[in-house]
């Protein structure tokens, strides 16, 4: 994975866990932005923190932004 590759972040489920999903590639369910770190960080972006995850114009967040883990 790339840094231009888009990752998109979906609407939490009933458990508060965002799928994420970077180039048709699901990375994994996480339940806060480290989760994310993680994943991105596994997918070669091992510079990024929490804070390149909330600012990134490469995040797609659907159902609420990195605030948002409830229904």
């Known amino acids: ?3 231009a590759t888009p990752v998109i972040v979906y609407p939490p489920d009933e458990a508060g866990g965002r799928r994420v999903r ?3 590639t699901i990375l994994g369910l996480a ?9 991105l960080q596994e997918a070669g972006l ?3 923190d929490e804070m390149d995850v909330v600012r990134s114009s490469l995040i797609e967040w659907r159902g609420g932004g990195p605030e948002v883990w409830t229904q």
């Open 1 to 3: 994975m790339t840094s």
């Open 31 to 39: 339940y806060s932005v480290r989760d994310i770190v993680a994943f």
């Open 46 to 48: 091992q510079s990024w």
């Open 22 to 24: 970077a180039d048709g």
